[in-house]
């Protein structure tokens, strides 16, 4: 299955949707525009929480305790905030937590 080219982010000047098939009513072409606004926003904050959580693991792997615990507490604090606005759901970022919270207590074990 072939997909189609992610469209650019929008701005001021570029439409919202950028397929052909629209809805015809009012309120579902309102929900259109709403549904992609909030898709873009919810992109960026995902992309965050990746970059957070592989911040921790390259400190955790390279032996720096104190850079994991500190990236694990802003990680951690970032998948609440996340949960808490709906862009993912929170046992999601529950399993993400204690999936990090696990990765620097095992770096920490194997240092001391």
């Given at each position: 299955?072939?997909?189609?080219?992610?469209?650019?982010?929008?701005?001021?000047?570029?439409?919202?949707?950028?397929?052909?098939a629209?809805?015809?009513?009012?309120?579902?072409?309102?929900?259109?525009?709403?549904?992609?606004?909030r898709?873009?926003?919810n992109?960026?904050?995902?992309?965050?929480?990746?970059?957070?959580?592989?911040?921790?693991r390259t400190?955790?792997?390279?032996?720096?305790?104190?850079?994991?615990?500190?990236?694990?507490?802003?990680?951690?604090?970032a998948?609440?905030?996340?949960?808490?606005?709906?862009?993912?759901?929170?046992?999601?970022?529950?399993?993400?937590?204690s999936?990090?919270?696990?990765?620097?207590?095992?770096?920490?074990?194997?240092?001391g």
């Amino acid at each position: 299955m072939v997909r189609a080219p992610e469209p650019p982010a929008p701005d001021a000047r570029t439409p919202l949707v950028h397929w052909p098939a629209v809805a015809n009513i009012k309120s579902q072409i309102k929900r259109n525009r709403q549904n992609e606004r909030r898709r873009v926003r919810n992109k960026s904050v995902r992309t965050a929480l990746k970059t957070a959580a592989k911040k921790v693991r390259t400190a955790a792997d390279g032996g720096e305790l104190e850079a994991a615990q500190d990236g694990a507490r802003a990680a951690s604090r970032a998948l609440d905030k996340a949960a808490s606005g709906g862009v993912i759901h929170k046992r999601t970022a529950a399993r993400r937590k204690s999936r990090l919270a696990r990765m620097v207590a095992r770096s920490q074990s194997a240092e001391g």
